[in-house]
T-cell receptor, first 117, second 108 residues
Framework: ETGVTQTPRHLVMGMTNKKSLKCEQHLGHNAMYWYKQSAKKPLELMFVYSLEERVENNSVPSRFSPECPNSSHLFLHLHTLQPEDSALYLC????????????????FGQGTRLTVV | GQSLEQPSEVTAVEGAIVQINCTYQTSGFYGLSWYQQHDGGAPTFLSYNALDGLEETGRFSSFLSRSDSYGYLLLQELQMKDSASYFCAGLEDDKIIFGKGTRLHILP
């Protein structure tokens, strides 16, 4: 149990579907992240929310839309995805990294394995 | 922005010692972290170096030299369960940026 819960764990969706990934953390952290991990590729930072404000978009296609209603919850809304979007989507949380005393320890959820057909 | 470079694969023998290097380029830098990820699992935090020097946690140690923009993770007394991918991560402003990961293969 890492304190970060992602649902669903697996998702298969068609290219015309709309779905949402959910992430919840109970660690009292104030920064949350979405990462994409494709096969044989590095962890790609997609979005960062720090103190509930988005601070990084990272040129992610608009078919991915994040939402952070509060410091404990993070969503990734998906629509009209492409097969190349199939990957493991990881959510993580931490204290705001700029607060150096807390270090750089990020806690990850188990991820959502997304397959776009 | 940051970029972190590490070898894609390393192979070592059970019981031996292995070092995984990481070099970074960054316009702003607060520290270097290391994470472990087993196949099918989530990355888990191993260590963090904010200052130069060696940090030891059991069989794992991490080193940072800010003047050389270089760090490494040292794994001692390797066990088969240490077979995993290891990521260095740089801390910059509000972002944690990961290297591409090093796949560690352990031979019996």
């Amino acid at each position: 149990e890492t304190g970060v819960t992602q649902t669903p764990r697996h998702l298969v969706m068609g290219m015309t579907n709309k779905k949402s990934l959910k992430c919840e953390q109970h660690l009292g952290h104030n920064a949350m992240y979405w990462y994409k991990q494709s096969a044989k590729k590095p962890l790609e930072l997609m979005f960062v929310y720090s103190l509930e404000e988005r601070v990084e978009n990272n040129s992610v296609p608009s078919r991915f839309s994040p939402e952070c209603p509060n410091s404990s919850h993070l969503f990734l809304h998906l629509h009209t995805l492409q097969p190349e979007d199939s990957a493991l989507y990881l959510c993580a949380s931490s204290q705001v990294p700029g607060q150096r005393a807390s270090g750089a320890e990020a806690f990850f959820g188990q991820g959502t394995r997304l397959t776009v057909v | 922005g940051q970029s972190l470079e590490q070898p894609s694969e390393v192979t070592a023998v059970e019981g031996a010692i292995v070092q995984i290097n990481c070099t970074y380029q960054t316009s702003g830098f607060y520290g270097l972290s290391w994470y472990q990820q087993h196949d099918g699992g989530a990355p888990t935090f191993l260590s963090y170096n904010a200052l130069d020097g060696l940090e030891e946690t059991g069989r794992f140690s991490s080193f940072l030299s800010r003047s050389d923009s270089y760090g490494y993770l040292l794994l001692q007394e390797l066990q088969m369960k240490d077979s995993a991918s290891y990521f260095c991560a740089g801390l910059e402003d509000d972002k944690i940026i990961f290297g591409k990961g090093t796949r560690l293969h352990i031979l019996p």
